[in-house]
């Protein structure tokens, strides 16, 4: 008796990656496994499906465009969608929501300033602060 319906066999070339997406605010990570050649939306699409189902807070939405896939040990440039996961060579990832622009008061439509925290950094100096690890001694 047949207990499992087996698969067809499609990417028996591709290399399957265990990978782990941290997303910032959340608790912990998000691991799954892809294929190596999958594309980075595709990863963002499959990390931002995961964490709504299992009901992780804070709640992110589903729109893969509004965010963005870091490797940490890479360097602080985000990678971009068409890239595949595996490029990269490394497992941990660090997903992000784009800095949304802000119609500012006054401004015509066509000026848009992006959101910062203290107005004279930018978000790839608050990415690279957020991710050095502090440890403090007693």
Same mark, same amino acid.
């Given at each position: @008796? ?19 997406? &941290? #997303?910032? %605010?959340?608790? %912990? /990570?998000? +691991?799954?496994? #892809?294929? =190596?050649? =999958?594309? #980075?939306?595709? #990863?963002?699409?499959?990390?931002? !499906?995961?964490?709504?189902? =299992? $009901?992780?807070?804070? *709640?992110? %939405?589903?729109?893969?465009? =509004?965010? *963005? ?5 890479? $360097? /602080? ?6 890239? &595949?996961?595996?490029?990269? $060579?490394? +497992?941990?990832? @660090? ?8 119609? @500012?008061? $006054? ?5 848009? +300033? /992006?959101?910062? +925290? !203290? ?20």
């Amino acid at each position: @008796m047949l207990l499992y319906k087996p698969k067809k066999n499609q990417n028996a070339k591709a290399n399957r990656l265990l990978i782990s997406i &941290t #997303v910032l %605010g959340s608790a %912990g /990570p998000i +691991r799954f496994v #892809v294929n =190596e050649d =999958e594309l #980075v939306a595709a #990863v963002i699409d499959t990390a931002l !499906k995961s964490y709504a189902r =299992e $009901g992780r807070l804070p *709640i992110l %939405g589903s729109n893969l465009n =509004e965010f *963005i896939l870091y490797c940490p040990n890479a $360097g /602080p440039d985000a990678l971009s969608p068409w890239d &595949t996961i595996g490029s990269q $060579g490394v +497992r941990n990832f @660090m997903l992000c929501k784009k800095p949304q622009p802000v119609k @500012m008061a $006054g401004d015509d439509e066509t000026s848009i +300033r /992006p959101i910062s +925290r !203290k107005g004279n950094g930018s978000w790839k100096a608050w990415i690279n602060k957020s991710l050095n690890l502090k440890i403090y001694s007693h």
